[in-house]
């Protein structure tokens, strides 16, 4: 029997092929998150420090996003927010770009190579670097973990 055969037999069998990639995208970020919200950041000894903290003694964009990510997974929001706020606000977006990635997975279109227009992956990065600076200033002390 041919493939074209084969495939005119099960017509959903090349959709879930495709979403292959966005459910094994969620499965991992799932198991990630699960275990980040069963293994306590805060009690020392279970992740390694900042390498970025431990030699400056600054604070990169991602630090607090562990501890953010474990107030998260036990429902606190607030919590989240007081740690890495910038974290906390990127996950809608992640959210948003990995539901169009399965979506169009699903009905077969074309799937973009980039997430975003690149002049928002640039605005992007430039936040980052801004609030980078600003969380190691004394004003932006409320943006630190």
Same mark, same amino acid.
């Given at each position: 029997m041919s493939a074209r055969a084969e495939r005119a037999g099960r017509p959903g069998a090349?959709?879930?092929r495709a979403l292959l990639?966005? !459910?094994g995208a %969620? %499965?991992?970020t799932g198991a990630v998150f699960t275990y980040v919200g069963a293994v306590d950041p805060n009690a020392p000894g279970h992740y390694p $420090?900042?390498?970025?903290?431990?030699? $400056?003694? !600054? @604070?990169?964009p991602g630090?607090? $996003?562990?501890? %953010?990510?474990h107030a998260l997974a036990h429902g606190d929001v607030v919590a989240a927010l007081g740690l890495n706020p910038l974290a906390v606000v990127t996950v809608p977006f992640l959210l948003f770009w990995w539901g169009r990635w399965a979506l169009r997975t699903w009905q077969r279109r074309p799937v973009r190579t980039s !997430? %975003?227009?690149p002049a928002y992956i640039w605005a992007f990065l430039a936040l980052v670097?801004? @609030?980078?600076?600003v969380r190691n200033l004394p004003f932006g002390r409320f943006l630190a973990p």
């Open positions: 090349g959709r879930a990639g966005p !459910l %969620a %499965a991992l $420090t900042c390498p970025f903290l431990f030699l $400056t003694g !600054l @604070y990169c630090c607090g $996003t562990l501890r %953010a990510v !997430l %975003a227009h670097i801004v @609030y980078w600076i």
